[in-house]
């Protein structure tokens, strides 16, 4: 049988070819709108592209950690969907945020509450391992 950590790394997966795709995107909006490298402004179709590039970046670096831990010490099953739920959250973002700022809202905070169940969870259980072990 597989493990559902099977299902930890798929979902970590999708949420890197999500990423790759606002990196992608970033390319195609940096060409169309002909902003040479290494400027990031210039066009606001352009910068909101790169926003949504860079704002998934810096998620991320709390997320695989924080999902990983949490499979480990709380639930493999859990931490599969609570990420799914955060990639749903990033593509919410994503198309908002494209279409004007102030339209990011909704999937910023579809994403942000998986992500703090995540680290508030994998740190708690975590810490209560290591107390266990050094007890």
Request: proline share 4%; charged share 15%; glycine share 10%.
């Amino acid at each position: 049988m597989i493990s559902n950590m099977a299902a930890v790394w798929f979902v970590i997966s999708l949420a890197l070819v999500e990423y790759f795709y606002f990196v992608m995107a970033v390319g195609a909006a940096r060409g169309k709108h002909k902003i040479a490298a290494p400027a990031v402004t210039g066009n606001p179709d352009f910068e909101r592209a790169y926003r949504v590039q860079m704002n998934t970046l810096e998620q991320l670096i709390i997320f695989v950690p924080s999902m990983i831990c949490f499979a480990t010490f709380v639930s493999e099953r859990w931490a599969a969907i609570l990420g799914l739920v955060f990639v749903i959250g990033r593509l919410m973002y994503g198309i908002g945020y494209s279409k004007a700022p102030e339209k990011r809202g909704w999937g910023f905070m579809v994403a942000a509450i998986p992500q703090l169940i995540l680290l508030v969870g994998g740190l708690i259980y975590a810490g209560l391992a290591a107390y266990r072990g050094l007890a």
